[in-house]
């Protein structure tokens, strides 16, 4: 079956512009995370959907990031007014949850490349 | 918070020397341990996982166990291979207060094997 996907692969952008990364989840994973991946930083944590759940928010580094899933499937992500700090790997996961359930694991898309000229 | 300290690299080695790659961590609770492992060229994957103490996930002849009283989660293999090169993730997940299963994923820095023939 099909994997997670991610779109754009790259995108290189002028600071200041805003961007959007879409992520589709493997079909029926309830759970669905943002990550980042930079030289500087390793792998961050930035944003988490659950079902109907308030998002975990709490690894968004600033408020120019935002996330949303549509329909409890798709996920956009959302930097707005670029900086340059903001060039890296943005990866998208999604989890099959079971209320209870230990080990769930994350399977991660392939990434889009953020470059922030 | 929590945190997941990863020894420095990278780590070159020849084939079928052994390996272990050090993974500590910092956490409340009792989190699920987990060793990611990233191929040149691809995208993030599970290599293998521990829920509780005691646990040993084992995948590809890779081994490790998950260590409460040492907080450890040490990456081992008896003969690498060439095909083995790649950065290795340890990581460790939250559990959530809304479904009881693990949510995200805290990350070490990653490291990098070089395995030459």
């Known amino acids: 079956g099909a994997g997670v996907s991610q779109s754009p692969s790259n995108k290189v952008t002028e600071k200041g512009k805003d961007v959007e990364l879409r992520c589709d989840p493997i079909?029926?994973?309830?759970?669905l995370y943002w990550y980042r991946q930079s030289l500087g930083q390793g792998l961050e944590f930035l944003i988490y959907f659950q079902g109907n759940s308030a998002p975990d928010k709490s690894g968004l580094p600033s408020d120019r990031f935002s996330a949303e899933r549509t329909g409890g499937s798709v996920s956009t992500l959302t930097i707005q007014r670029t900086q340059q700090e903001d060039s890296a790997v943005y990866l998208c996961?999604?989890?099959?949850?079971?209320?209870?359930?230990?080990?769930?694991?994350?399977?991660f898309g392939p990434g889009t490349r953020l470059t922030v000229l | 918070g929590n945190s997941v300290t990863q020894m420095e690299g990278p780590v070159t080695l020849s084939e079928e020397a052994f390996l272990t790659i050090n993974c500590t961590y910092t956490a409340t609770g009792y989190p699920s341990l987990f060793w990611y492992v990233q191929y040149p060229g691809e995208g993030l994957q599970l290599l293998l996982k521990a829920t509780k103490a005691d646990d040993k996930g084992s995948n590809k002849g890779f081994e490790a166990t998950y260590r409460k009283e040492t907080t450890s989660f040490h990456l081992e293999k008896g003969s690498v291979q060439v095909s083995d090169s790649a950065v290795y993730f340890c990581?460790?997940?939250?559990?959530?207060?809304?479904?009881?299963?693990?949510?995200?994923?805290?990350f070490g820095k990653g490291i990098t094997l070089s395995v030459r023939p």
């Open positions: 996961a999604s989890s099959l949850v079971v209320a209870g359930g230990l080990g769930d694991e994350q399977f």
């Open positions: 079909s029926g994973h309830t759970a």
């Open positions: 990581a460790l997940s939250d559990r959530s207060g809304y479904t009881g299963a693990n949510s995200k994923l805290t």
